[in-house]
């Protein structure tokens, strides 16, 4: 979301969310971010009905643009598609699912569903255009198959417009809070100043020059030996820059122990008086309170009405009171309420200073939070990115881009199958033996030791998406 007290920009996706957030953790809530996965079965659905139907347009372009209390909205985004029938305009939204009788039972269950809500709105902003009420549907796409089921909307125009009118005066109030949050963090770079009172002549050597490369602005690379206190030399200066624009640091590590010297050196800031608040991210399977990270509420009771407990309990404000939130801080207030750390920490994030996480929440194209130092348009929140231990990101961009898959791994599940559910086993079987000839069908059969393959990537889908279905179950 872009956004002045004047003028705010907002995606459907993002405009479409409930007044107030309820229910569980799950692959069905429609708050979590479609997965490259999802993107690749919507291109293979609209292509299907494009095919069945000419009058099936896709990735139609919809903006409107609205003034609410002094306040003028712009609200965009590309319906999946529109069916333009002689007799009447279809509005589409394509939903990937494993289990689309479940995802079914919700939308009826929790009628301001983001998905109800998402469909409902590029139907409002077709009618404002245009003069012409459409009729609303979701294609529920099951990930195993790709079988597809049509789910009708209900949209009654007078119901929702009241709706919309009230969600436009949340989103004032937001945007409201956040220039307050902007306007303080200006504040405090003004006062901010270096912790210690005798830096170092080589610290201060290393504060000027990447205040240079910030003037700029540019980027930096920068190698000192082990002892300097490059730390804080690199910290008070990059801090201070991102707080002038009203915006956090994101400091990035690929150790726990680097996240710990990161958050050491911001309580430095704290202990002068200076009320610079950090959050350290980590992962899911070490916050998890379960010995394995199953996010489903019937495995999971942190998960199980996650979201109706932290609205119950204002967690979001009680987190607003601590200058440094760690893991620890997390754990005890899951314990206290039963509620989820992991996405604890995702909650408090856009509230703190200081954002300290692994490597992965940046740079890895699967669990990347870019909302953390790019709005929806691309443009950058005028976030600053300290990269710590440089060197070690060639080698973690390589595992990221170069999957690997050994046939020798897969076949050992084979004698494994006795720890899966007796009437889950035949299931887990078949799975295993289709994704072994999935990938023996690439082998050239040149006998080379390397060869350059073309991939069947909808062959690697299909597997990818039953296994993790199998999984949730």
Not at 77 to 95: A, L
Not at 126 to 147: C, E, H, M, R, W
Not at 265 to 270: A, D, I, P
Not at 309 to 327: A, F, I, N, R
Request: contains cysteine; hydrophobic residues 35%.
């Amino acid at each position: 979301m872009t956004m002045d007290m004047s003028k705010i920009k907002i995606s459907v996706r993002e405009f479409s969310q409930p007044q107030q957030r309820r229910g569980h953790i799950d692959m069905f809530s429609g708050y979590a971010k479609q997965l490259q996965t999802g993107t690749e079965i919507h291109s293979i659905v609209q292509a299907r009905s494009i095919k069945k139907n000419p009058n099936y347009h896709k990735e139609q372009p919809l903006e409107l643009t609205t003034t609410h209390d002094e306040v003028e909205f712009v609200i965009s985004g590309r319906c999946d598609g529109i069916i333009f029938n002689d007799d009447e305009i279809i509005i589409e939204e394509i939903k990937s699912t494993s289990n689309i009788q479940k995802l079914t039972a919700t939308l009826s269950e929790i009628e301001d569903h983001p998905y109800l809500l998402q469909a409902q709105t590029y139907a409002f902003m077709y009618f404002k255009a245009n003069d012409l009420l459409p009729k609303v549907q979701l294609k529920l796409v099951s990930t195993i198959g790709l079988k597809e089921s049509i789910y009708e909307v209900p949209f009654n125009l007078e119901e929702y417009q009241k709706w919309f009118n009230t969600r436009l005066s949340i989103l004032k109030n937001q945007v409201k809070g956040h220039k307050q949050l902007k306007q303080r963090r200006k504040n405090l770079s003004k006062e901010l100043s270096f912790p210690f009172e005798n830096p170092r002549s080589s610290q201060l050597d290393l504060v000027n020059l990447i205040d240079s490369w910030l003037e700029k602005p540019t980027s930096g690379l920068i190698q000192a030996p082990t002892g300097l206190g490059k730390t804080v030399g690199v910290m008070y200066p990059t801090l201070k820059n991102s707080l002038a624009n009203g915006a956090q640091l994101i400091y990035v590590t690929p150790k726990n122990s680097q996240h710990v010297l990161a958050r050491e050196t911001v309580e430095k800031f704290q202990e002068h008086d200076h009320p610079v608040r950090s959050i350290t991210i980590n992962a899911k399977s070490k916050a998890c309170m379960l010995e394995e990270p199953l996010c489903s509420p019937d495995h999971c009771p942190y998960a199980k009405n996650y979201y109706d407990k932290v609205s119950e309990h204002k967690l979001k404000d009680k987190m607003k009171s601590y200058p440094t939130l760690d893991l620890e801080v997390f754990k005890n207030l899951a314990e206290e309420y039963e509620v989820c750390p992991f996405e604890l920490s995702l909650e408090a994030a856009s509230d703190v200073e200081v954002v300290i996480c692994d490597y992965n929440y940046i740079f890895s194209p699967r669990i990347s939070f870019t909302d953390l130092y790019l709005d929806e348009s691309g443009e950058s929140l005028g976030a600053n990115l300290v990269i710590d231990e440089a060197h070690n990101l060639p080698a973690r961009a390589c595992d990221y881009f170069s999957p690997e898959l050994y046939t020798h791994f897969i076949e050992a599940l084979f004698d494994q199958i006795e720890v899966v559910p007796t009437d889950l086993q035949k299931k887990w079987r078949d799975i295993i033996s289709d994704a072994l000839t999935c990938i023996k069908n690439q082998d050239p059969g040149n006998q080379e030791p390397r060869s350059l393959i073309s991939l069947d990537a909808d062959d690697f889908l299909i597997i990818d998406t039953r296994i993790s279905s199998f999984t949730m179950q």
